[in-house]
């Protein structure tokens, strides 16, 4: 079974740019959560969507975004890049009440 | 305070020896615990997921959950060179935020050969 599967791997943008991650869920899984990693915070919850609906959002500005389509797979904008959200971006999926299971990440990094 | 709370390290040991590693938290309303293991340049890989308190084991990793305490710990026996990583817990509460994990900052872990 396919695991996680995370596009592109690395990204380097411009300040004030904008940026789309993308994100196709385990099969058969219809959660979808995304997360920030840095060194100095660790990881930190962005948002979870499940059937195509936002259940939960983490304390982010509104320039982070995300959607889900009905194939399960997920998508992140961040608008108007700034140096600080040079990270690792992190998705993962889960079944109902069961644990999440991570990709590998995008790394993007703002210059 | 934070939510989360796990020694950074590095932690050093050599290859066979028991290692330990901890997690405090504050919010008792954490139901489900996790450990995942993170390779460089990999995501975070689940390892162990436990509900309430407990242990629980699979091969050579033993998670502890002590919920009176607030204190969560995952032994790795015969440690290898394999298993040199970061190691990071993760809990949530019940009903629908288990999707809203809560993570310590990880500790890193080396096995020497």
């Known amino acids: 079974k396919a695991g996680v599967t995370q596009t592109p791997r690395y990204l380097i943008k411009t300040r004030g740019q904008q940026v789309t991650l993308s994100c196709s869920p385990i099969s058969g899984h219809r959660s979808v959560s995304w997360y920030q990693q840095t060194p100095g915070q660790g990881l930190q919850f962005l948002f979870e969507?499940?059937?195509?609906?936002?259940?939960n959002k983490g304390n982010f500005p509104g320039r982070f975004s995300g959607r889900q389509f009905s194939n399960s797979r997920s998508e992140m904008n961040v608008s108007t890049l700034e140096l600080g959200d040079s990270a690792l971006y992190l998705c993962?999926?889960?079944?109902?009440?069961?644990?999440?299971?991570f990709g590998n990440g995008t790394r993007l990094t703002v210059t | 305070q934070k939510e989360v709370e796990q020694d950074p390290g590095p932690l050093s040991v050599p290859e066979g020896a028991i290692v330990s590693l901890n997690c405090t938290y504050s919010?008792?309303?954490?139901?489900?615990f996790m450990w995942y293991r993170q390779y460089s340049r990999k995501g975070p890989e689940l390892l162990m997921y436990?509900?309430?308190?407990g242990n629980k084991e699979d091969g050579r990793f033993t998670a502890q959950v002590d919920k009176s305490s607030k204190y969560i710990s995952l032994f790795i026996r015969d440690s290898q060179p394999s298993d040199s990583a970061t190691y990071l817990c993760?809990?949530?509460?019940?009903?629908?935020?288990?999707?809203?994990?809560?993570f310590g900052k990880g500790t890193k872990l080396s096995v020497k050969p």
């Open positions: 919010n008792s309303a954490f139901q489900y």
């Open positions: 436990t509900y309430s308190s």
């Open positions: 993962a999926s889960r079944r109902d009440n069961s644990p999440l299971h």
């Open positions: 993760a809990m949530s509460d019940l009903g629908g935020s288990q999707g809203n994990l809560i």
């Open positions: 969507y499940f059937s195509e609906t936002q259940r």
